[in-house]
């Protein structure tokens, strides 16, 4: 069974940076898609960012220029390093594998 374990929100001044980790478990990390979502109150789970086994990497639009996600096989694990941080990216942040599976997220508030 994966688990997926979220490190690393808080809370942060707009312009600032933080680093989002997720470890995990399981051996079928290496090739699956690793993939950071977030989502705020009321809203659907968007995909910010992910990362194919093969080191590819997708944004969104919102966050292209600021956000870079990169992941370590060996480690298990898949981070993603968020600078000029804006109000807007004010959410819960989800780490995804595969697509199906999901940490408990983990919630990132950037303050104006």
């Known amino acids: 069974q994966v688990q997926l374990v979220e490190s690393g929100g808080g809370l942060v001044q707009a312009g600032g940076s933080l680093r989002l980790s997720c470890a995990a478990s399981?051996?079928?990390?290496?090739?699956?898609?690793m993939g950071w979502y977030r989502q705020t109150h009321g809203k659907q789970r968007e995909l910010v960012a992910e990362?194919?086994?093969?080191?590819?990497?997708n944004y969104a639009d919102s966050v292209k220029g600021r956000f870079t996600i990169s992941r370590d096989n060996v480690k298990r694990t898949v981070s993603l390093q968020m600078n000029s941080l804006k109000p807007e990216d004010t959410a819960v942040y989800y780490c995804?594998?595969?697509?199906?599976?999901w940490g408990k997220g983990t919630l990132v508030t950037v303050s104006s």
């Open positions: 990362i194919n086994r093969f080191g590819s990497t």
């Open positions: 399981g051996s079928s990390f290496s090739i699956n898609t």
């Open positions: 995804n594998q595969g697509g199906s599976n």
